[in-house]
């Protein structure tokens, strides 16, 4: 038997800690497994008198993250302390410059430097790998750069946050409003105190990107994305999406044709028959269409301490037992540029919720907007709020009335220029409401 | 570069055929990702003029199998004939005595051999490798064997036979009878003129032994699993399911406990908002649930060439990276001797549908007989059938009448003991009709 795979783990928050259970439960049945016994043999946080609930007493401790990554004495560092920058790509960079391989759960520092980390990693003859970082539990990175590797792939798609498809599902059991999911999200620690990374679509967008560049072969490009969040979604929008036969998910879309990569991250009308519109709560999944396998659904949790450390221990167990991969399924030198779509758009319909005066010849002016742009209608909906029971009886209503609109396929650029005309003549109240119909089988 | 990998394939029906595509269409790509191209060097089939609709040119043709498996020039065996014994069997034997590699989609082959050709396999030092086995092309046997290698798994759970999810699909949406369905799905490809095997619960018995091997880290034993098939399920069965909250589905559950292993393959009222009670027609989905990772669903095609090409290409492509894994994910001679449970019991409730002669004191017998052997019942469904319109105002019935009971978790045995007695007392008209309800969250 070889000598042990050790570790050396910076970052002791929940993953860590998890880390740290699942080797010492399970540290013998890893060593019948792979022939090679895994040992964490150091760590790093930045308080060392925490109480974590785990038995660190047989780890040296090591204060600098940076100098742990190069001890003699470990094989792999592991590197759980999240953020882009600072200590994280210090701490990296030392680690493969010291030629340890390097499995990381850092979405952000791979989201903006996996590509030279990667070419890094190559140029040392160690791994870098980062199943944890997207997806939580769920092995979507190994599906793609792995199981997948006979096929082409043309779309990749999911729910990448357990928060916003939290508040998302709360909003439309509950019938609740935004504001209020989110705040029961805080409060159940689905949602950090600062939401915005999630609810903003930016934690998605990460996710996305590291998942492009595995399914497509392309250099990462986190900046490509368009990325919208879920703070506009109103109840009024679950509702109509409920009566049209969808459901609002944030996803994050990866595409590829003749033209090149799209990439965008956005609240989406999805048909309640597809299995992506089932997801219900903080659970993620993903959702793979390729030319041989056609389409898998890979569901479970994105988060969390002990699913997270189930990844991490998924690429230790790989180094364990001697499988070095490219960081992104292929040499990082043989990675194709990104190239964005030229015509980047949307493929699909749209939902548009607008607030309307409902003043004669207002329903015909936008009607002759959106005709102008080409765009075609497939469903109208208006529904007349309830006059007050203190109102005459055929009333001129004095709000502005909801009308939804959804559009058969159309171009992204029409939308917006029709919607600028509507918002220029003076009909809506608001400004419109869009949210993009992704078309799943 | 190293010299390519080559293949010698044997067997050329759907899935051979299009794992020749497969490789002809993405070998440059294969070649960058691994660093090594994929040949198929030479093939074997029974007929040798038949058109498959793809350029075998370019690949030796050998009339023999064996031959083909020890051949000097190739360094994988691809077996896609099929069969637990015969060419297959003899084959791949030759193939591993050899020290060439094996890809196999052969599930009956290892489900009766799995566990001496992966001896076999170890002691040549070569690779056994069977991901198109279980569940087309699910990448599965990647995610138990290695994406789960840092957790104990307790259950794995799921739909393995597309031809039973379509039939039960169908009688669920159009109220047509399982023979109906069933003819259906043979007009349709779906189901073979000898539907025995699908049907009767022994294809998903198959691949559940090889994925329970892998999960509980166990020699592999088809034998001890207990196999009912979907032959006795009624349309007044789907209704009931319905009615209650549930779903019919044929799953094929391996459970790991203190006292052993139990694998079973049964229909199984699964309740509606279980992911698993989602997958509809002839889609596969394989479900675990293990301690650090929580529950992971995977669902996509379950059979069809070119997605079990896909899965096979998996393999390969793990061997052109040079990933010798164990057959079962761990070497052959760490698998522990299969324990079979000691008090082999369904965890959960019965649903038990009887066709009772309505006469005074039937109904009580009943129950009594249910609460002799500690059966608590969490339901009593029975509806009278409606009185012919010629039939006076408050008719005795003539015809037996059917009652459904959904019992609290029993233990198999006391439902057996009480339906027994039911059966002697002389109250019911037919075999009583008893399906598992599984708990699932």
């Known amino acids: 038997m070889q000598h042990a795979l050790r570790l050396g783990v910076a970052g002791l928050g929940t993953v860590g800690a998890s880390l740290v259970r699942l080797v010492q439960r399970h540290g013998n049945e890893l060593a019948v497994r792979s022939g090679r016994a895994v040992v964490i043999q150091a760590v790093s946080a930045r308080s060392r008198g925490r109480d974590r609930g785990v038995d660190l007493s047989a780890m040296r401790w090591e204060d600098d993250p940076v100098a742990l990554a190069r001890a003699e004495d470990i094989d792999v560092f592991v590197e759980l302390m999240g953020g882009a920058e600072g200590s994280a790509l210090a701490s990296v960079n030392a680690a493969l410059d010291a030629g340890k391989h390097v499995v990381t759960?850092?979405?952000?520092?791979?989201?903006?430097?996996?590509?030279?980390?990667?070419?890094?990693?190559?140029?040392?003859?160690?791994?870098?790998?980062?199943?944890?970082?997207?997806?939580?539990?769920?092995?979507?990175?190994?599906?793609?750069?792995?199981?997948?590797?006979?096929?082409?792939?043309?779309?990749?798609?999911?729910?990448?946050?357990?928060?916003?498809?939290?508040?998302?599902?709360?909003?439309?059991?509950?019938?609740?409003?935004?504001?209020?999911?989110?705040?029961?999200?805080?409060?159940?620690?689905?949602?950090?105190?600062?939401?915005?990374?999630?609810?903003?679509?930016?934690?998605?967008?990460?996710?996305?990107?590291?998942?492009?560049?595995?399914?497509?072969?392309?250099?990462?490009?986190?900046?490509?994305?368009?990325?919208?969040?879920?703070?506009?979604?109103?109840?009024?929008?679950?509702?109509?999406?409920?009566?049209?036969?969808?459901?609002?998910?944030?996803?994050?879309?990866?595409?590829?044709?003749?033209?090149?990569?799209?990439?965008?991250?956005?609240?989406?009308?999805?048909?309640?028959?597809?299995?992506?519109?089932?997801?219900?709560?903080?659970?993620?999944?993903?959702?793979?269409?390729?030319?041989?396998?056609?389409?898998?659904?890979?569901?479970?949790?994105?988060?969390?301490?002990?699913?997270?450390?189930?990844?991490?221990?998924?690429?230790?167990?790989?180094?364990?037992?001697?499988?070095?991969?490219?960081?992104?399924?292929?040499?990082?030198?043989?990675?194709?540029?990104?190239?964005?779509?030229?015509m980047p758009r949307h493929e699909g319909g749209y939902y548009i919720r607008l607030s309307v005066y409902d003043r004669p010849g207002a329903f015909a002016a936008i009607a002759g907007r959106m005709a102008e742009q080409g765009i075609s209608l497939e469903s109208i909906v208006q529904r007349r709020r309830a006059p007050r029971s203190d109102a005459p009886e055929h009333p001129v209503p004095l709000e502005p009335q909801p009308v939804v609109l959804v559009t058969y396929d159309t171009a992204e650029a029409q939308v917006k220029a029709a919607l600028a005309n509507v918002t220029a003549d003076g009909h809506i109240a608001e400004q419109p409401q869009v949210i993009r119909i992704e078309p799943l089988a």
Chains 1, 2 share one sequence.
């Open 105 to 342: 759960a850092n979405k952000a520092l791979l989201a903006a430097h996996g590509g030279a980390l990667a070419r890094k990693a190559e140029a040392m003859g160690v791994s870098l790998n980062f199943e944890a970082a997207a997806a939580g539990g769920i092995p979507i990175i190994k599906t793609l750069r792995e199981a997948l590797a006979g096929n082409t792939i043309s779309r990749v798609y999911g729910i990448l946050n357990g928060t916003c498809n939290y508040i998302l599902t709360r909003m439309e059991r509950e019938g609740l409003s935004f504001d209020a999911c989110l705040a029961e999200a805080q409060r159940l620690g689905y949602a950090e105190a600062d939401p915005t990374f999630d609810i903003d679509g930016h934690d998605t967008a990460h996710k996305l990107a590291l998942m492009t560049a595995i399914a497509f072969g392309s250099e990462i490009d986190a900046e490509a994305i368009y990325v919208e969040g879920i703070r506009s979604i109103t109840s009024a929008d679950i509702e109509a999406a409920d009566e049209l036969g969808y459901r609002i998910k944030l996803l994050g879309v990866a595409t590829r044709s003749d033209s090149g990569i799209e990439q965008r991250v956005h609240p989406t009308m999805v048909p309640k028959s597809s299995p992506i519109a089932r997801i219900d709560g903080v659970t993620n999944a993903v959702a793979v269409e390729a030319d041989f396998v056609g389409r898998l659904v890979l569901q479970g949790p994105g988060a969390g301490g002990d699913a997270t450390a189930s990844a991490v221990m998924s690429d230790i167990a790989d180094l364990a037992r001697g499988d070095l991969i490219g960081t992104f399924g292929r040499p990082a030198t043989a990675l194709a540029p990104y190239r964005r779509a030229t």
